[in-house]
């Protein structure tokens, strides 16, 4: 059990002393925040069409636990 909480203390200070420092969320360069802009459109375009898939999944499955014997 110590183990487990000193390695919690230890990931928790390691993120709180790198975010003071180098944000994730901020782009280092101007060719990263643009790769960051065109990824987020990739996956903005392609998520009607997984969800799509996701329902039809979900319908057979419903489908063929009801009609099941």
């Given at each position: ?5 000193y390695g919690a ?37 392609t998520a009607p ?6 329902a039809v999944i ?12």
């Amino acid at each position: 059990m110590g183990h487990l909480a000193y390695g919690a203390a230890l990931g928790l200070t390691l993120a709180v002393l790198e975010s003071r420092s180098n944000p994730w969320w901020a782009a280092s360069t101007e060719a990263r925040a643009n790769r960051a802009r065109l990824r987020r459109e990739q996956l903005a375009a392609t998520a009607p069409g997984l969800w799509t898939m996701v329902a039809v999944i979900i319908i057979t499955t419903l489908t063929l636990v009801v009609t099941a014997p």
